[in-house]
């Protein structure tokens, strides 16, 4: 077994209006495997000092009369898309990165934290090269209306650790498509990958001013949501982080975007194909991938009654088959969790699950057998469990999935409703409009037949205690712009 202790990186300087320059403490963040917990790398903390002077950068970049917010939309682009060549020339060093800090499988960090920062980058410097900056239409009072879409101004983007590059491109891509300037904050579990961006910013020829990348916690997040400098919000997390940043937008009266938590259902109809060889790999993705630590899983199982001992022995095995350990291990799909906080989170919704009379098939408390180091938890599986237990309600954010039995469709789409989220989900059917009529009835912000993975091409977002505004898709541009209307009378 290789725990390649890879990264290794030290930097000195922050990444404040498009330069490395001297961060204002001397304040460090100190970056561990979350496999060998050896110390990995370490970066400058951003302050509050930092943000006043990235802030202040951003303004004057969006000012500036001849500045990035006023290009012609096809030159932004092109530095859009020059962008996208640098993030995709340093994707491997990426993905080894995040493997290491938040336990993300290599394979999965491949296919979403190499795949998706690239694309969606592409995606929205080419919606801005074909969307007119106005358009004319006919009035019914008046004669005509030009629509004027304008940038919104500086940008705030506050982005987890769980998928955090595929989550800063939701903002950064079309803030920057629209012309806005953009103040990003990664969390403190995973910043190295947030420095390789930078680098590709840098060499892209990003004008100065307009991107900022200030590592740091939840306080300075919070600092910077509240800045005066400050025009939109768009913030991925928790729920509980989302409640306080809408609070502070609203006595601001700012816009915000909040992506939040997750507690999906995949509901598996009677007339389910349950082979692991045909709907194995897919079937992982929508409920486990990157060791549970997705907000739009599957973690509610909706098995009919008659299939329900069947479903349950099909989840055991897959859940028993798929290897374990080193993330930079192409052969893993279970890594540890991201932190030590987040191992313990999950192995107390393990000790609640129990209590609640929950039946463990799979895994259960403790390590997993030869892994004393490193935050791993035993991925779990529950069956018998009541949708009103807490561990069909709360957010576990790991690799723990519960079974729920139902009796016909409509039981199922009442249980997979019944949830103070609604983000993601799934339905699995041999038949595509019996699925189909599923998907329509419940209430939940996007759902897969058959599957499950976000489309870029379409809007992504949450109902519920989930959040509120869309990324990807047009959708995700028009949330990062304004729309003007002027009248013509003549
Ligand atoms: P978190 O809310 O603790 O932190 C998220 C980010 O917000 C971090 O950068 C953090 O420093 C910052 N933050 C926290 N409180 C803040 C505050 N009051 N003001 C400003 N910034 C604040 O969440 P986490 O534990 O890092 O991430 C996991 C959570 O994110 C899960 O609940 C997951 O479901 C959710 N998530 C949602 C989506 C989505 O698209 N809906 C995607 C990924 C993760």
């Not at 498009?18 to 370490?42: C, F, H, L, N, Y």
């Not at 019996?434 to 058959?450: K, L, S």
Request: charged content about 20%; hydrophobic content about 40%.
């Amino acid at each position: 077994m290789s725990l390649t202790t890879a990264t290794n990186v030290d930097r000195a300087e922050l990444f404040i209006g498009g330069v490395w320059q001297k961060p204002a403490s001397d304040r460090r963040i100190t970056v561990r495997s979350a496999t060998t917990e050896e110390v990995i790398g370490s970066v400058p903390e951003a302050t509050e000092a930092d943000v006043d002077r990235a802030v202040a950068a951003a303004r004057r970049a969006f000012d500036d009369p001849r500045g990035w917010s006023t290009w012609d939309p096809a030159d932004r682009a092109a530095v859009i898309e020059r962008l996208a060549d640098e993030v995709d020339a340093r994707s491997e060093e990426t993905v080894r990165a995040i493997s290491q800090q938040n336990g993300m499988p290599i394979t999965i960090a491949r296919a979403l934290e190499a795949a998706y920062p690239s694309a969606t980058l592409r995606f929205y410097a080419d919606l801005i090269r074909t969307q007119p900056v106005e358009e004319q239409r006919p009035g019914l009072f008046l004669k005509s209306t030009t629509i004027r879409r304008t940038p919104i101004g500086v940008v705030a983007g506050i982005i987890p650790w769980n998928v955090p590059q595929s989550l800063t491109m939701t903002k950064l891509a079309p803030a920057l498509a629209a012309g806005n300037s953009i103040v990003l904050k990664p969390s403190p579990e995973t910043v190295l990958d947030a420095f390789i961006l930078a680098d590709a910013i840098s060499a892209a020829g990003v004008p100065e001013g307009v991107v900022s990348i200030l590592p740091g916690g939840r306080d300075l997040g919070a600092y910077i949501v509240s800045h005066p400098g400050i025009d939109k919000v768009a913030f991925t997390g928790s729920t509980v982080g989302g409640r306080a940043v809408a609070k502070a937008c609203a006595e601001l009266l700012r816009p915000v975007s909040l992506e939040l938590g997750g507690k999906s259902a995949a509901i598996i109809l009677d007339d389910a194909d349950l082979d692991l060889q045909k709907i194995g790999q897919s079937f992982f993705t929508a409920t486990l991938a990157n060791n549970g630590q997705v907000c739009f899983l599957g973690t509610r199982v909706l098995a009919p009654r008659k299939r329900y001992d069947e479903v349950v022995d099909v989840l055991a095995a897959l859940m028993q088959y798929s290897p374990l350990g080193d993330p930079l291990e192409d052969a893993t799909l279970f890594g540890p969790m991201a932190s030590k906080a987040q191992q313990e989170r999950v192995a107390n919704y393990i000790e609640i699950g129990k209590s609640e009379g929950g039946r463990v098939v799979v895994g259960g408390s403790g390590r997993p057998d030869g892994w004393d180091r490193g935050h791993f938890v035993r991925p779990t599986l529950f069956a018998d469990v009541d949708n009103t237990a807490r561990i069909a309600q709360e957010e576990i954010f790991g690799p723990v999935l519960t079974v729920i039995g139902y009796d016909d469709d409509a039981d199922a789409i009442r249980i997979a409703s019944d949830s103070e989220y609604g983000l993601g989900g799934s339905v699995w059917s041999a038949d595509p409009d019996r699925a189909m009529g599923v998907a329509r009835a419940v209430e939940t912000g996007t759902i897969g037949i058959n599957g499950y993975i976000p489309e870029l091409s379409a809007p992504f977002g949450g109902v519920k205690q989930s959040g509120y505004g869309k990324e990807f898709g047009a959708e995700g541009l028009a949330a990062y712009q304004q729309v003007k209307s002027i009248y013509h009378f003549a």
